[in-house]
């Protein structure tokens, strides 16, 4: 007896559920870890897989098993838990796998809140979410996040199977530039601000360095000048 394409989805979901859950714990290594190598890594595959599939058509559904997907689940975890990208690597994996939007919307959607939810539960067990700059984040990101997910299910209606791979495939696009850069430009300013530094250091050391042997020379030559005078006295 075959199973309906519902059932079928529905085990799908599950199964990359359990996975995500599971791997989702890893958030709780988050701060030990370097984010800006994980984001500038997965900033480049989001571009050159966004980039590569604009520019071709939709390539063939690939064959998927059981084993493929329990790794993908993982994966996608692992991916969430450390850097709160809970939905990249499903995305890509359902537009991989094929199938209609509403087929690939039925897989990733809660694999994606299963994800977030667990990677956020774990980052407060951890004790790094209640804080004064988490809260001020949210807050200011909050109204725009509202408002994606009402631009977002209003224009899902009215996009077809191939409008809707496109944007994913642009959203992939600009969320890869959007890692990327940034890290690129932050790295940079850190590496142009050790330079200054070690350059600093060769004339002299820094400036607060600087002004306290500068002081602690005025307080020295005083001291031996009062001494002198007590002594000529």
């Known amino acids: 007896m075959e199973s309906s394409p519902r059932v079928e989805l529905a085990a799908d979901a ?3 559920y359990r996975r995500s859950f599971w791997c989702s714990a890893w958030s709780i290594l988050a701060p030990y870890i370097n984010p800006a190598h994980i984001r500038i890594g997965v900033g480049l595959v989001l571009i050159v897989y966004s980039t590569y599939n604009l520019a071709r058509p939709a390539l063939a559904p690939i064959k998927v098993n059981r084993l493929t997907d329990i790794g993908i689940g993982f994966l996608n975890g692992l991916l969430g ?30 694999v994606i809140f299963a994800t977030m939810t667990v990677t956020t539960v774990t980052f407060a067990v951890a004790g790094h979410l209640f804080s004064t700059d988490v809260i001020k984040l949210f807050s200011l990101g909050l109204p725009a996040l509202l408002f994606g997910l009402w631009a977002g299910n209003t224009l899902y209606g ?3 199977d191939a409008a809707f791979r496109k944007a994913i495939l642009i959203l992939l696009l600009v969320s890869g ?10 790295q940079e300013m850190r590496t142009s601000h050790t330079v200054s530094l070690r350059g600093d250091s060769q004339h002299g050391g820094l400036p607060i360095r600087r002004t306290l042997d500068l002081a602690s020379q005025v307080v020295s030559k005083t001291s031996t000048e009062t001494h002198d005078d007590r002594h000529h006295t």
Do not use: E, M, N, Y
């Open 81 to 110: 838990g450390l850097t709160g990208l809970g939905g990249v690597i499903v995305t890509i994996w359902c537009q991989l796998r094929g199938g209609s939007k509403d087929a690939q919307r039925a897989v990733f959607q809660p």
């Open 14 to 16: 599950a199964l990359f």
């Open 158 to 160: 009215k996009l077809d």
């Open 177 to 186: 530039t959007v890692l990327v850069v940034p890290a690129l430009i932050a």
